[in-house]
C-alpha cells in the first residue's frame, strides 16, 4: 500500500481507542521506507486537565506513544503478517529529545523512517513536528510477537 489511511482504517492496524489512540491519520506511506502521519492536538483531550492546569502541555511521553503508534502503521504496511495473530509491542526507545513544548491547537507531524527488521524486530527514526520545527524525536524499536 501507498497511499493514505483514515481514522476507520487505522483502527483495522491498531487496538488503541479513545482516549489512547494518538494518530488521525497517514498521510503518506511507502511501505519499508517512511510514513508521514498527523496527530491534531486539541483542548478537549483528557489530559490536559492536569498537564498542566495553567499552561496545558501535550505530555512528551503521550508524544513518544504517537510515534510509536505509527511505526506499528508503517510496519503493518511494510508487512502483511503483522495483522494476522501478530500483537506489536513497544521494545525501547533510544535518543528521545524533546525540542519545544506541544499544546492545544498544534498539528504534530509523525514522520516515521525504517531502518531494518531481524527476527520481527523492527527500527525506525522518528521525528514529531509542529510548523516544521521539530518538537520531538526518538529511534524506537519494536517487537512483533504471536499471540
Request: hydrophobic content about 45%.
Given at each position: 500500500?501507498?497511499?493514505?489511511?483514515?481514522?476507520?482504517?487505522?483502527?483495522?492496524?491498531?487496538?488503541?481507542?479513545?482516549?489512547?489512540?494518538?494518530?488521525?491519520?497517514?498521510?503518506?506511506?511507502?511501505?519499508?521506507?517512511?510514513?508521514?502521519?498527523?496527530?491534531?492536538?486539541?483542548?478537549?483531550?483528557?489530559?490536559?486537565?492536569?498537564?498542566?492546569?495553567?499552561?496545558?502541555?501535550?505530555?512528551?511521553?503521550?508524544?513518544?506513544?504517537?510515534?510509536?503508534?505509527?511505526?506499528?502503521?508503517?510496519?503493518?504496511?511494510?508487512?502483511?503478517?503483522l495483522?494476522?495473530?501478530?500483537?506489536?509491542?513497544?521494545?525501547?526507545?533510544?535518543e528521545?529529545?524533546?525540542?519545544?513544548?506541544?499544546?492545544?491547537?498544534?498539528?504534530?507531524?509523525?514522520?516515521?523512517?525504517?531502518?531494518?527488521?531481524?527476527?520481527?524486530?523492527?527500527?525506525?527514526?522518528?521525528?514529531?513536528?509542529?510548523?516544521?520545527?521539530?518538537?520531538?524525536?526518538?529511534?524506537?524499536?519494536?517487537a512483533?510477537?504471536?499471540?
Amino acid at each position: 500500500m501507498t497511499g493514505t489511511l483514515d481514522i476507520l482504517q487505522i483502527q483495522e492496524y491498531l487496538p488503541h481507542r479513545y482516549p489512547f489512540l494518538l494518530v488521525d491519520k497517514v498521510i503518506e506511506c511507502e511501505p519499508r521506507v517512511r510514513l508521514v502521519a498527523i496527530k491534531n492536538v486539541t483542548y478537549n483531550e483528557p489530559f490536559f486537565q492536569g498537564h498542566f492546569p495553567h499552561l496545558p502541555i501535550f505530555p512528551g511521553v503521550l508524544i513518544l506513544e504517537a510515534l510509536a503508534q505509527a511505526t506499528g502503521l508503517l510496519a503493518a504496511q511494510s508487512d502483511e503478517a503483522l495483522g494476522k495473530g501478530m500483537t506489536y509491542y513497544l521494545a525501547s526507545i533510544d535518543e528521545a529529545r524533546f525540542k519545544r513544548p506541544v499544546g492545544p491547537g498544534d498539528q504534530l507531524r509523525l514522520e516515521i523512517t525504517y531502518l531494518k527488521n531481524k527476527r520481527n524486530i523492527w527500527s525506525f527514526d522518528c521525528r514529531a513536528e509542529v510548523d516544521g520545527e521539530l518538537a520531538a524525536s526518538a529511534r524506537i524499536m519494536c517487537a512483533a510477537v504471536v499471540d
